[in-house]
């Protein structure tokens, strides 16, 4: 077996291969000068890492928080979480959606087909005529009077 | 009322804390306070800034208990809380790069052991030792104290830092080279 890669080393140093790669690297370390040293180096780091001091506080930070604490955990606020099992803004943001893309299509309706298939223009208008649009003419002199007219 | 409290374990703590009884959650401030102290200390460098990234720390987690999946550890989730806190800090550029131990913090060095020699030799290394640990570059320093000063499983570590499990290998195998790299000879 060739030598491990370092982060090999370094994981077994941690006992944190797998098994058969740990039981493999045991057999080789063994008539291995160069990696004994390099482990030997990483366990040393370790030991001198853990004789580092370590700095408390030195007071009780809970009674200093105390006063911060009184107010109660914030609760997860979810509008419709039976329906859509998602975040809140989902349904808003769907709605919202909706009424957008429907307000833009009646939009479109009246703007393009709309005004010229269904309202006449203002000329043609006849606010007065005597006889009502598609009605029958009862005397035809009106009739024909009404069509003379501008 | 938190002594009746010391022989509940975290979970337990947590779930009266979740039900509002401050106490509880007191208790797990006093269990953790030192840990994340030191973790934010020596990812500072600073004692009144790693101080208040502290009470920042507790004081999001109890905001967030609502939050807090019962199946996740709680010292895995607030060592997260306190590592966004500090990479918060650092990105606002609050920090130098490399500050020096002050006189008080490397005379706080751990008694090695008999002799004066071997005494003085020790210290030394030590001191050695903390400066290396803070030239390192703060990714490798934080992966470093969460392995081998808090002892977090890889997993754990894997889980705090939000990277893959191949990655913590092989940013811990980085690390520890590093520093082997910078320690004096």
Same mark, same amino acid.
């Given at each position: ?7 090999? %080393?370094?994981?077994?140093?941690? &006992? ?10 045991? &057999?080789? +370390? ?5 990696? &004994?040293?390099? +482990?030997?180096?990483? &366990?040393? %780091? ?64 009246? +703007? ?39 | 009322?938190?002594?009746?409290? $010391? ?27 030192? $840990? ?10 600073? *004692? ?21 999946? *019962? ?19 650092? $990105? ?7 500050? @020096? ?10 008694? *090695? ?13 030590? /001191?050695?030792?903390? $400066?290396?640990?803070? /030239?390192?570059?703060?990714?490798? /320093? ?28 092989? /940013?811990?195998?980085? @690390? ?7 320690? *004096?000879?």
């Amino acid at each position: 077996m060739t030598c491990p890669r370092h982060d090999e %080393l370094s994981a077994y140093a941690d &006992q944190a291969l797998a098994p058969r790669k740990h039981a493999r690297f045991e &057999q080789h +370390l063994q008539g291995c000068p160069v990696c &004994q040293q390099q +482990l030997a180096a990483l &366990q040393a %780091l370790r030991h001198d890492l853990h004789a580092l001091p370590s700095p408390t506080l030195g007071f009780d930070l809970a009674s200093r928080l105390e006063g911060r604490l009184q107010r109660p955990p914030r609760r997860r606020h979810r509008p419709w979480p039976a329906l859509w099992g998602g975040p809140g803004w989902i349904p808003a943001g769907l709605a919202a959606g909706l009424a957008l893309v429907s307000g833009v299509w009646l939009g479109g309706l009246l +703007l393009a087909g709309g005004s010229a298939a269904t309202v006449p223009r203002a000329a043609m208008v006849r606010v007065f005529d005597p006889v009502p649009p598609g009605g029958l003419c009862a005397a035809a002199e009106l009739c024909r009077l009404s069509k003379g007219m501008p | 009322m938190r002594t009746l409290l $010391r022989h509940l374990d975290d979970s337990e703590c947590l779930a009266r804390a979740r039900q509002g009884e401050v106490a509880a959650f007191s208790e797990l401030v006093a269990r953790y306070q030192d $840990r994340i102290y030191r973790f934010l200390l020596r990812l500072t460098r600073s *004692p009144d800034d790693a101080l208040e990234l502290t009470q920042e720390t507790f004081l999001n987690a109890y905001q967030a208990l609502a939050r807090w999946q *019962p199946e996740a550890q709680f010292t895995t989730w607030l060592f997260r809380i306190a590592r966004n806190q500090a990479f918060d800090w650092l $990105r606002r550029g609050k920090r130098a790069e490399f500050v @020096a131990l002050d006189e008080e913090q490397e005379h706080g060095l751990a008694d *090695p052991g008999p002799g004066p020699d071997a005494t003085l030799e020790t210290t030394q290394r030590l /001191r050695g030792l903390e $400066r290396a640990l803070a /030239r390192l570059p703060t990714e490798h /320093r934080e992966i470093l104290l969460l392995r081998e000063i808090e002892d977090l499983s890889y997993e754990d570590i894997a889980t705090v830092l939000d990277i893959s499990l191949g990655t913590v290998k092989s /940013r811990i195998a980085r @690390a520890r080279a590093s520093l082997l790299d910078k320690m *004096p000879r």
